[in-house]
């Protein structure tokens, strides 16, 4: 099991960028698929963007392409979320989720349930 932390969300105004955080005390995550996913108040959790383990691959969903991108560090022990030109509509608690992979190291994953491992999740609110 992989403890995620996540930091780097706040308060911005729409039109803004943030650049979200996610590690596992220096754990490198070249073995793991990772995503980000969000979840407003009132909503169900749903799918932002995730990336392969090998860290060639990745995707982010229709509501944000464009403007959200998902990468790794050079060490692949962090994760990032980067998000640009926000708006008031991705205002909500945005988790970091893991999942350990052997074989299929260029895959990534766009389902919750496909993910064991969670974090705690950091706020981001977009408002004038």
């Known amino acids: 099991q992989v403890k995620l932390v996540e930091s780097g969300g706040g308060l911005v105004q729409p039109g803004g960028s943030l650049r979200l955080s996610c590690t596992s005390s220096?754990?490198?995550?070249?073995?793991?698929?990772m995503a980000w996913f969000r979840q407003a108040p009132g909503k169900e959790r749903e799918f932002v963007a995730a990336i392969s383990a090998s860290g060639q691959n990745s995707v982010s969903a229709r509501s944000v392409r464009g403007r959200f991108s998902i990468s790794t560090d050079n060490a692949g022990e962090r994760v990032y979320l980067q998000m640009n030109n926000l708006k008031p509509e991705d205002t909500a608690v945005y988790y970091c989720?893991?999942?350990?992979?052997?074989?299929?190291?260029?895959?990534?994953?766009?389902?919750?349930?496909?993910?064991?491992?969670w974090g705690q999740g950091t706020q981001v609110t977009v408002s004038s």
């Open positions: 989720a893991a999942k350990g992979v052997r074989y299929y190291v260029g895959s990534y994953y766009v389902t919750a349930d496909e993910y064991p491992d």
């Open positions: 220096g754990r490198s995550f070249s073995n793991y698929a």
